[in-house]
């Protein structure tokens, strides 16, 4: 990652950025700028390279080439906050299958938390969110033992119970009921309207979620 030029995009911005997998160029010298208070779409087709430059952009995936910045500072300078702001939802839900939702939940919430909250009032959070997604009651369940709408579920409460700048969501509505797939528009607009900054893929159109920019990854 090159160090700071004369940057001038708030948010996140990916500069010249090659990402290629198995000797596959994915995605070449592209610019994207994902400015505060917007919702960008990630579209393109099965294979096309959305996980790969979600990856890329969570830190995950390294770039051939190019330079990814946050509020104007490289992502991974040792005083940016980049990682402390960003929330990224994985296809995969990154939850371990041996411990309880409020065991997965406190997990990740103490890692951002940093002990800023008493376990008494994260353990009452965690109760009211999982009461506000449909699944109250099931705090002690093992993570394993739920369906898979439920454990997608689980996974979206991260973004109620971790405070955030910047959440990058690999298909977030999968898996979702109706009314759950309103909850999580509504509270995705709610976040932009705080100034949040979201980058998500979806297969189908989201009727429920207005968008500012949409970003197609397309084959050759
Ligand atoms: N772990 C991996 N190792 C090697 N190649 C991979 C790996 N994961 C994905 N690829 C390849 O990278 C390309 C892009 O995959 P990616 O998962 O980014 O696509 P996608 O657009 O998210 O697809 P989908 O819509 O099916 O989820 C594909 O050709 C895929 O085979």
Known sequence: MSQSKDIQFDGLYAH???VSRSEQILLED???????????????????G????????????PSDQGSIYWNKQPINHPDSSYFQDLIFLAHSLSMKNELTIAENLSFYANLRLKGGISQQSLSKQISDVLLELGIG???NRMFAELSAGQQHKVALARLILEPA???ILDEPFVNLDQKTR?????????????GGV????????????????KVGVEHE
Not at 201 to 210: G, N, Q, V
């Open 165 to 167: 700048k910047i959440w």
């Open 16 to 18: 010249e950025l090659t």
């Open 50 to 61: 959305k996980t790969s430059l979600m990856r890329c952009l969570a830190g995950l995936l």
């Open 30 to 48: 592209a610019d994207l700028h994902l400015a505060p208070s917007t919702i960008t779409y990630l579209y393109g087709e099965n294979g096309a």
């Open 137 to 139: 009651g099931l705090e």
């Open 182 to 194: 309103g909850w999580l528009a509504a509270k995705t607009l709610e976040f932009k309207n705080n």
């Open 198 to 213: 979201v980058l998500f893929t979806s297969h189908h159109h989201i009727d429920e979620l207005p968008v500012d920019q």
